[in-house]
């Protein structure tokens, strides 16, 4: 096995999932990749990622049927993650999905895939038919995540409202769509109430990083939580940000200015970063300028000292 990077924003098409796409006609502005683990491996060795965090991307297990359909689909993927990791050990590990907006069914889900499955977080869509993570409605289930002090790894889907003609969503809507999340998971306390509870951000976090005191200075807080730009800056310091599709010259000075080498994760956003994306980002990665230290931080040990299962897992494989 090699002993490289740790990739946080992994996607893996379990052929359940695939099937209810197609069943329920989505289409996202591109179709479903082809994905198979041994595919994946190819990647991984590509690309010298040691272990790669998987997770079923937008748009999700609530694809427009009941609520019972949504939780039978979760707990579906969920499993096939799971055996996903026993299968190739040390390679794999998993975000786990959950059923909102059905938040019973999602606490459920969160027992079940971290205490059963060996989970290492969940992965919460930055909106939920338009309801964004930091609405009240989620409370309940941010507050199991923070008991369990879980990783949650928050990935965009398409805003609510029209799209630019001919624009596919992922090209620069996903961004808006994170930094919404950010945005309203701030200005309603849940970072500040919930501190337990560590947040991944796609993407370099969108638009976070570069607009960051613009929305400080701007935004009032939501449901009696009160804000000042000295407190909303602080809190959105508390993300993780990981590097999928944003590893260049431009945008990774912003990203590291604002979150620091120790809160930045490598992603691959592979298959959904198709063509060469995944590998021209890694490259920009590897060309930029860091210390051995702050490349080592971002590649691998920051999601080490995030991801204990995944932590032991490759001290073991080194170990051998």
Known sequence: MTTGRIDTHHHIVPPVWADALRASGYFGGQATPAWSPATALELLDELGIATAVVSVGRPGVHLGGGAADARKLARQVNEFSAGLVRDHPGRFGFFASVPLPDVDGSLAEVDYA???LGADGVILL?????????DPAFDPLMTELDRRAAVVFVHPTAPPGPLVPGVPPFVADFLLD???AALNLVRHGVVARFPR?????????????YAAHRMASLTEGAAGHVVTRENFLRDLRTFYFDTALSANADTLPSLLAFAGPDRVLYGSDWPYARGDNSQYFTAQLDAYPLSEMQRAAVNRDNALALLPRVSEVVTASISQ
């Open 197 to 209: 509870m560590r947040m991944i951000l796609s993407h370099a976090g969108g638009f976070v990083p």
């Open 126 to 134: 930055a909106n939920v038919d338009g309801v964004y993570l930091g």
């Open 114 to 116: 971290l205490d059963k």
């Open 178 to 180: 994170t930094t919404r």
